[in-house]
């Protein structure tokens, strides 16, 4: 399974109008890959809070249209990052989309743990409560959103559901880049999962992006990582690597809490 991660620069100066557009072009431009990755939040920012209520849209508005007929014309599975859907009450939740190579709808996940202590995201979005696995042909990806990263108990859930790749969908804050790569390796070890990793880079709501996009393997290596700007990684991943991992080394066979 080829997959590419795209870490979109966000920043205050492009239009919400625009940088969906662009995004839209950059997927097609990612047609020899089966799965295509992007960040958290990129249409306004993770942090751009003020945006939040103007820029929410409903599931099926304009990201889900242009990200739709992008994925289906670039004929690959798309992993839609995460954008503002207000839904039918009115809450706004951080809501992620993956769709298939013929722009079908094929999952959402709205995002459980919500950054912010109190402020910003914690209290403009509601928390989802539902996990979220999706199969492709070849792998079956369990879907997290950013500090979502910081509660392992989420990506052990994924996979007792069947994951083998954990999608990471991101606008991590530059000042804890440590944290970020940290993180990640350490839930493709102890799941011994692959993680693809995306982030965003430039800077929203006042805060500088980590960017450092990265594709781990089920051992915990890192096979590519991004720099701080704007940069599309592509990996091919081996979908049996996973049950290899498992089997040389079954750690998650001797699970005794059962968390």
């Not at 995460?82 to 298939?100: C, I, K, P, Q």
């Not at 709808?105 to 928390?127: C, N, P, W």
């Amino acid at each position: 399974m080829r997959a590419s991660l795209i870490q979109i620069a966000v920043n205050e100066g492009e239009s919400v109008v625009s940088r969906r557009s662009r995004v839209a072009d950059l997927v097609r431009e990612q047609s020899g890959s089966d799965l295509v990755v992007l960040p958290e939040l990129w249409t306004v920012g993770a942090f751009a809070y003020e945006q939040f209520e103007t820029e929410a849209e409903p599931l099926d508005g304009p990201t889900y249209a242009a990200m739709a007929a992008a994925a289906r014309d670039a004929g690959v599975w798309l992993h839609a990052g995460s954008f503002v859907e207000r839904a039918g009450d009115g809450s706004l939740y951080n809501t992620a989309l993956v769709l298939s190579p013929t722009g079908e709808l094929a999952a959402t996940y709205r995002k459980i743990h919500r950054f912010g202590f109190d402020q910003g995201e914690a209290v403009m979005m509601s928390a989802g409560e539902s996990l979220t696995t999706v199969a492709l042909p070849e792998q079956t990806l369990g879907l997290a959103t950013c500090y979502d990263l910081r509660f392992p108990e989420l990506f052990r859930g994924l996979v007792d559901a069947g994951a083998t790749t954990l999608v990471v969908s991101a606008g991590w804050p530059a000042r804890r880049r440590e944290h970020w790569t940290l993180l990640n390796r350490a839930r493709a070890v102890e799941d011994q999962s692959y993680v693809l990793a995306c982030g965003s880079a430039g800077s929203n709501g006042g805060v500088e992006q980590a960017g450092h996009s990265l594709i781990v393997d089920p051992w915990g290596e890192v096979l590519a990582e991004a720099g701080p700007g704007e940069e599309v990684l592509t990996v091919d991943l081996d979908p049996k690597k996973v049950a290899e991992t498992r089997e040389q080394f079954p750690a998650l066979k001797d699970r005794r809490l059962g968390l």
